[in-house]
Nanobody, 123 residues
């Protein structure tokens, strides 16, 4: 079992920055690839970014490339999503997720989820 507790998020103006954090507890953090997904009102939950167990590999959805950065600190059991140059289209509830095996863009590959945190970008 892995428990994921998110923090960060909030309201920011377009062009601003936010950092999301996700603290993991439970079984060995390094067993899990980690990801961030988001869900806007009336839309499906979509992949945002993922990072491999070691942190050496990352992946991003095209719409956030160059603006968002995913990272992890295995010593602290933490994963982060630094979001810069935010746009109104980034408004959503953001979720961190943990899954055994290689990082993936499909939400069904992840077994554990954080509680979600709201990010609102005003234009």
């Amino acid at each position: 079992q892995v428990q994921l507790v998110q923090s960060g998020g909030g309201l920011v103006q377009a062009g601003g920055s936010l950092r999301l954090s996700c603290a993991a507890s439970g079984r060995a953090f390094t067993w899990y690839s980690m990801a961030w997904f988001r869900q806007a009102p009336g839309k499906e939950r979509e992949f945002v970014s993922a990072i491999s167990q070691s942190g050496g590999l990352t992946r991003y959805v095209d719409s956030v490339k160059g603006r968002f950065t995913i990272s992890r600190d295995n010593a602290k059991n933490m994963v982060y999503l630094q979001m810069n140059t935010l746009e109104a289209e980034d408004t959503a509830v953001y979720y961190c997720a943990a899954g055994r095996g290689a990082m993936a863009v499909v939400k069904d590959r992840y077994d554990y989820w954080g509680q979600g945190t709201q990010v609102t970008v005003s234009s």
